[in-house]
């Protein structure tokens, strides 16, 4: 009977052949990267592949200084270093010690060429890109029907708003295939009307992603009337689709989260509104208020009534004024009338003739003041203060009448 080992025995065995064959432990291999993963301890899984065949590699996070450049997929390079088994999983890998460039792999450079034919006809311009609604209420998913990105998106979405409605068009999205079924997922809901849309998978080697490098699913997503959200693989995966879709996310999860507001903090954010709505209305209603009753005194300042009795006032002032006024100027009139009487009265003939004096005329009525105004047998004409004579001339003498009386 033939002995019979157990599988740590047999992988160790292997392991030990490894160890022993020179040109495993020092080995150059070219191939083009795929499945290219940066792991958060640093270290970087990858598989190189050619036509024919693939074989697991590792680079881990203390031979990093032997990799000058990015690792990304689709990049044709020589990984230096030792082919081993890993006795755990029975598999075997290469661990690579230095990687450098060797040229761009065939899908890498068929990206590269309908990127730059894309971007030159102008489907990744920004003008042409559509906004992302805020509150959206109906959202389409482009996925497989089955698999973690739908159960991520359906998830989160549940969380975020149980509210929003979902609508899953299945799609393949892996595969000769999956590029016409990608495109009839998109046209099927476009024609629905729908908010906001997803199209998208998860993560998965440059080969499993490539029905998104496709040319008609970028023309699809292009003449898209409804908003599209690319969501292909992991952050570090980018497709033509995340170039001409209105908006990338890194990941499904992220694109439910971009796609689907958070109703919670929606409700909060209403809550908050109103209260400050309710502040603002409560200052403006005590605003006008102070307003209302400013107008009101105002009002009652200008009231008919009020102007009405004041315009009396004044007037009764005024009548006043003008009576204080008027009596003053009477009896200064009266004085000075009293003194132009006194001054009249002395100035008056009649007053001359009742102090004994008498008035001289010649017969035509003109008053003598000049013996020489008459000659003798002339009549003249004297006023007294109780009548008047008729008188001749006799004689005619010079001199102060009372003067010679006296004498």
Known sequence: MASVYSVSQVNAYIKNMFLQDFALSRISVRGEVSNCKYHTSGHIYFTLKDGNSAISAVMFAGSRSGLSFKLQEGQRVVADGSIDVYERDGRYQLYAKKITLDGTGDLFLRFQKLRDELEEMGMFAREYKQPIP????????????????????INIARRRNPYVQLVLCPAQVQGEQAKYSIVRGIETLDALGLDVMIVGRGGGSIEDLWAFNEEMVARAIFNCRTPVISAVGHETDVTIADYVADLRAPTPSAAAELAVFDYRQFDEQVRFGRERLERAMARILERKKFQTRDLEYRLK????????????????????????????????????LALMSGRLSGLSPLEKLSGGYGFVTDEKGKRLKSVDQVQEKDHILVYLSDGSLTASVTEKRRGQPWTDNKE
């Open 134 to 153: 805020r509150y959206a209420m109906t959202v389409g998913i482009v996925t497989a029907s089955t698999g973690a990105a739908i159960r991520d998106i």
């Open 301 to 336: 300042l200008r009231h008919p009534e009020r102007q009405l009795n004041e315009k009396r006032q004044f007037l009764a002032d005024a009548q006043d004024r003008m009576e204080q006024l008027m009596q003053t100027r009477l009896e200064r009139s009266r004085h000075r």
